[in-house]
């Protein structure tokens, strides 16, 4: 019995010495180790003999298991370092060659400037509202005293896509909708980013979709000098604290008295330069207080509610704080542009 087990170990030794790879190597353990083995063919030969025998001869038994696993363990670990090697070999890395630059996406400056105008109100207790891009009939004009057959309704100036649908003109239909939605008519306090659109030929200085931030609050007693107050905190955090702003009559639909909102010229201060045309003041936005028809047409009494509202170009905002003279800057998707822009590159130089 111990010449069988003897002449089995060097059996599996000497299969072992010629094992090059995994497959080989758990091929040899399922023939010696298997069910059907020669180890279990020994185990069966047990029951021939006497007890003192079967002592003996189960203890040799199990000794040889162990040792056979024992060797093949020892192989597997040998071809796991030689397959790690050869991976090591084939993928090593020169760490002498020179490293590849690392390009970093940047933030679109209109982000930016819409981010910046956000922060801004958000401070100041403004709540950030977003509406929908096509828009009906009632919010984008009636709501907003727009009645039919009003200039500003023309086809040629509008994308409608039915009688009663267009693509906005305007983030006003927002201030309308919120107005709407707030059923116990309290006091509001918003602003509404979002894309506009218009029909216009493009050129440096208009686009056929552009963005807006309207702002609008309603509450008792709001009156011009809240408006004008919030206008200089605006002007002096975007354009440089020692702007002044002044306010122009001007007309729109929705706002009664409307005004024309100039800041004083970044450039040259207010002294008169080529940036301003020699005025020493440029315009920004449009904005006035809340016309009656608008509150009434929402639900608020225009006799114990009154409210202002403006209405800011990120675009035009964009061009005269850093300098861009054509508005398709910022839509050709052009990257020497976008990298001037590039807060993360800025940083690290």
């Known amino acids: 019995m111990n010449e069988k087990i003897n002449g089995l170990k060097q059996e599996v030794e000497q299969k072992l010495k010629n094992v090059s790879t995994m497959k080989e190597l758990n091929e040899v353990k399922t023939f010696y180790l298997g069910k059907k083995g020669p180890i279990s063919a020994l185990s069966s030969m047990m029951k021939d003999l006497s007890v003192e025998e079967k002592r003996?001869?189960?203890?040799?038994l199990n000794k040889l298991k162990q040792e056979v696993n024992l060797m093949m363990e020892e192989v597997r670990i040998r071809?796991?370092?030689?397959?790690?090697?050869?991976?090591l070999e084939k993928e090593k890395i020169d760490v002498t060659l020179p490293s590849t630059g690392v390009h970093f996406g940047s933030v679109h400056p209109l982000t930016q400037i819409i981010d910046e105008i956000e922060e801004l109100f958000v401070s100041m207790g403004y709540d950030v509202v977003e509406g929908p891009e096509v828009e009906t009939d009632l919010y984008n004009f009636e709501k907003l005293n727009l009645p039919k057959g009003h200039p500003a309704r023309d086809a040629q100036d509008s994308f409608y896509i039915t009688e009663e649908l267009l693509l906005r003109t305007q983030t006003s239909p927002v201030q309308a909708r919120t107005m709407d939605a707030n059923t116990e008519k309290t006091p509001i306090r918003v602003i509404c980013p979002g894309k506009v659109y218009r029909r216009d030929d493009d050129d440096a200085t208009h686009s056929h979709q552009f963005t807006q931030i309207e702002g609008l609050v309603i509450d008792k007693d709001?009156?011009?000098?809240?408006?004008?107050?919030?206008?200089?905190?605006?002007?002096r955090k975007v354009f440089g604290e020692d702007r002044e702003i002044r306010l122009r009559p001007s007309f729109f639909p929705f706002t009664e008295p409307s005004l024309e909102v100039d800041v004083s010229c970044m450039k040259c201060g207010g002294k008169g330069c080529s940036v301003c045309k020699g005025t020493g003041w440029i315009e920004i936005l449009g904005s006035g207080m809340v016309h009656p028809n608008v509150l009434r047409a929402c639900?608020?009494?225009?006799?114990?509610?009154?409210?202002?509202?403006f209405g800011i170009g990120p675009e035009r905002v964009a061009m005269l704080k850093y300098g861009i003279s054509d508005i398709r800057a910022f839509y050709?998707?052009?990257?020497r542009f976008l990298e001037d822009f590039n807060r993360v590159k800025g940083s690290e130089e």
């Open 299 to 309: 639900g608020y009494d225009p006799e114990k509610y009154t409210g202002f509202a």
């Open 332 to 335: 050709t998707n052009d990257k």
């Open 222 to 235: 709001i009156s011009l000098a809240d408006l004008k107050g919030t206008l200089e905190v605006f002007a």
């Open 56 to 60: 003996e001869f189960g203890s040799a």
């Open 79 to 87: 071809l796991e370092e030689e397959e790690l090697n050869r991976r």
